[in-house]
């Protein structure tokens, strides 16, 4: 079976109701077995490029690997080599952005969080940087795999405020990795099994900052319609 017949990809993206612009970034591709979710940061537009550049240099180094003539003629089977792949093109990635950054002064500071899914062999290599988050629904099972690089995550890890309390915290939105900020850029990434019927998200911030896990949860097992405008998620469901 092809990949593109195991894996169905829904995409969603929406500005909400108070900006007139949306700063995240989003590709994906069932054929490649790849998903991507960006959501920018920066004055002006800046956001916006970072997330846009994010995604398209990662959709066409990562394309270029998966297409490339050892990978067609030997497959994807060591999660050590996807890793090491998905480090190189994020990094890549990272500088082209960092660059950009200091060739053009109104894209001054400009960076993006990142998230992405690549499956491959009954597997799932798992990378991320900054805020927006993945998870999983399993049979009943419904977990936040990613562990958001923020300040707010470093206070409840050191028990500094409580999860009720970080609900309501000034400081939410504020993340201590993001790509393209810096010319090096540290790159979290875990691999995992892959089982018929699992369900993955990809979301920003826009999503969880909203509504409690459980809120979402409802959600995926429920109508993906979005009526209230702030819903902006990337679904990837597995048959």
């Keep these: 079976m092809k990949?593109?017949?195991?894996?169905?990809?829904?995409?969603?993206?929406?500005?909400?109701?108070?900006r007139s612009h949306n700063e995240d970034a989003i590709y994906a591709d069932a054929g490649l077995g790849v998903a991507i979710l960006a959501d920018g940061m920066g004055g002006y537009n800046a956001g916006e490029v970072a997330s846009g550049l994010a995604t398209t240099r990662l959709a066409e180094d990562v394309a270029g690997v998966i297409n490339s003539p050892t990978v067609l003629a030997r497959g994807l089977h060591d999660a050590a080599v996807v890793e090491a792949h998905i480090v190189n093109?994020?990094?890549?990635?990272?500088?082209?952005?960092?660059?950009?950054?200091?060739?053009?002064?109104?894209?001054?500071?400009?960076?993006?969080?990142?998230?992405?899914?690549?499956?491959?062999?009954?597997?799932?290599?798992?990378a991320h940087i900054g805020d927006s988050r993945l998870y999983?629904?399993?049979?009943?099972?419904?977990?936040?795999?990613?562990?958001?690089?923020?300040?707010?995550?470093?206070?409840?890890?050191?028990?500094?405020?409580?999860?009720?309390?970080?609900r309501y915290a000034e400081n939410r939105n504020l993340v201590t990795r993001a790509l393209g900020v810096d010319p090096e850029v540290k790159v979290e990434v875990h691999d995992y099994d892959v089982r018929p019927g699992?369900?993955?998200?990809?979301?920003?911030?826009?999503?969880?900052?909203?509504?409690?896990?459980?809120?979402?949860l409802i959600k995926v097992v429920g109508d993906f319609a979005s009526p209230k405008g702030w819903w902006q998620r990337l679904l990837t469901r597995l048959q």
């Design 198 to 216: 699992d369900v993955v998200l990809l979301c920003s911030d826009g999503l969880n900052d909203m509504i409690e896990d459980q809120e979402i």
């Design 89 to 126: 093109e994020v990094k890549a990635a990272n500088l082209a952005i960092y660059n950009a950054a200091q060739s053009c002064p109104q894209y001054t500071g400009m960076g993006t969080t990142l998230v992405m899914a690549w499956f491959y062999n009954n597997r799932m290599s798992v």
């Design 3 to 18: 990949l593109a017949d195991a894996l169905e990809i829904v995409t969603r993206t929406d500005p909400g109701m108070i």
């Design 136 to 166: 999983r629904l399993r049979g009943e099972c419904f977990e936040q795999l990613t562990r958001d690089h923020s300040l707010l995550q470093e206070q409840l890890d050191n028990g500094m405020i409580t999860a009720e309390q970080a």
